[in-house]
């Protein structure tokens, strides 16, 4: 039986076309390889990425370790040796009235702490510490420079304990210009927090209150108050002794009891916080022993009252990676009396000042 003629030309292609599925599967296998190969090399790069990233960002957080393990050490405040619970921040006012001398105002202390000791029921900081406070308008003029060692020692836990003592103790050495006076001053205060008189303990003052739920209590919401407000007393003695004085000058040595209490008070906690916040104290001085330039100072007292408004914003040194934030704010302060420690009399300002802690 023959084969008709029209079957040749489909037999013929048939066999041609072997070679050249048999080409296209080898170009197919060959373009998948070359897929599988570049979508490697792609996973490669992203992963090279991945460690430069990784390591530029653990050289950025290596570089800025150091300065942020240092601010974490250091404190600004108007006065690091008389600092309470409730810190004062370091302020400068300059006045240029329309006639007469340009008058400023600087008063700020900084401590680097250097040691903590914190077994667990009771905690112990050792600072190195420095100050400076100078006004030079002449009805409150004062240049007094100290330096010394300071200490922190709270005994109990705030955070667990309802009653603790506070015990801060400084020997410093106080350089005071005004009074042409050089001395060696220590000091030890007690500051006791006492749950049951609401002693440095933030007290919010409710709005509203709703009824409460099945469970007794009402919810955060409804607890929020209007204000917040919180209290210290303290009690200390402060032992000075002059070791150079003004010429026919007697040298001279004083036992002082130091005492008083301050108030702070946050007005529109509800909707802005702390960012707004009303200060008070009130600080007597009783001696209770003294001789040569001392003598004569029986009592003083001092009263200071004080609006802030406050912006914070990250340390600049250390930037978003340190747990520290320095606020800056402005100041309305009023102080009103004298204060033998810095030699100040018959006071009665008001000043306008910018503020900073941290």
Same mark, same amino acid.
């Given at each position: ?5 029209? #079957? ?33 090399? @792609? ?5 090279? %990425? ?9 050289? @950025?957080?290596?570089?800025?370790? =150091?300065?942020?393990? !240092?601010? /974490? ?7 690091? &040796?008389?600092? @309470? ?31 903590? #000791?914190? +077994? ?7 600072? %190195? ?21 300071? &200490? ?20 410093? #050495? @106080?350089?005071?210009?005004?009074? /042409?006076?050089?001395? !060696? ?16 303990t933030l007290n919010e ?50 036992? !002082? ?9 946050? +007005? ?5 916080? /702390? ?22 100072d029986d009592f003083s ?7 802030? #408004?406050?912006?914070?914003? =990250?340390? =600049? ?22 204060? +033998? ?18």
């Amino acid at each position: 039986m023959k084969t008709p003629r029209k #079957y040749f030309g489909l037999i013929i292609a048939a066999i041609a076309c072997v070679p050249c599925c048999a080409l296209a599967a080898d170009g197919s296998a060959a373009l998948r390889e070359r897929i599988n190969q570049l979508e490697l090399e @792609k996973q490669e790069l992203v992963q090279k %990425l991945e460690r430069v990233e990784r390591d530029q960002s653990r050289s @950025k957080e290596q570089r800025l370790e =150091p300065v942020a393990t !240092v601010l /974490d050490r250091v404190m600004l405040r108007e006065s690091v &040796f008389d600092e @309470k619970t409730i810190t004062e921040p370091a302020r400068i006012t300059y006045v240029r009235p329309g006639s007469g001398d340009d008058t400023y105002t600087i008063d700020a202390g900084v401590a680097f702490n250097l040691i903590t #000791y914190n +077994p667990g029921n009771w905690q112990l900081d050792w600072r %190195l510490g420095a100050e400076y406070h100078r006004d030079s308008a002449a009805a409150s003029l004062k240049d007094v420079w100290t330096t010394g060692v300071l &200490f922190d020692l709270a005994i109990g836990n705030p955070a667990t304990s309802p009653n603790t003592l506070l015990i801060d103790g400084d020997i410093r #050495y @106080k350089d005071d210009t005004v009074a /042409d006076l050089r001395s !060696v001053v220590v000091s030890l205060e007690l500051l006791p927090i006492i749950a049951a008189l609401k002693i440095d303990t933030l007290n919010e003052i409710p709005m509203r209150r709703s009824p409460v739920g099945a469970d007794g209590k009402s919810s955060a919401e409804e607890q929020r108050g209007i204000l917040a407000w919180r209290w210290q007393p303290f009690v200390g003695l402060l032992d000075e002794s002059s070791v150079d004085t003004a010429a026919n000058v007697e040298q001279g040595h004083r036992i !002082v009891a130091r005492y008083g209490a301050e108030v702070q008070v946050f +007005p529109l906690f509800r909707w802005v916080r /702390d960012r707004v916040e009303l200060t008070a104290r009130y600080t007597a001085w009783s001696t209770l022993d003294s001789t040569g330039v001392y003598a004569g100072d029986d009592f003083s007292a001092y009263y200071t009252a004080g609006l802030k #408004y406050w912006f914070d914003t =990250p340390t =600049p040194a250390g930037g978003s990676e340190t747990r520290k934030k320095m606020r800056i704010g402005l100041g309305l302060l009023y102080e009103n009396g004298d204060n +033998p420690e810095l030699s100040l009399r018959d006071i009665d300002q008001l000043t306008l000042s910018l503020t900073a802690i941290f």
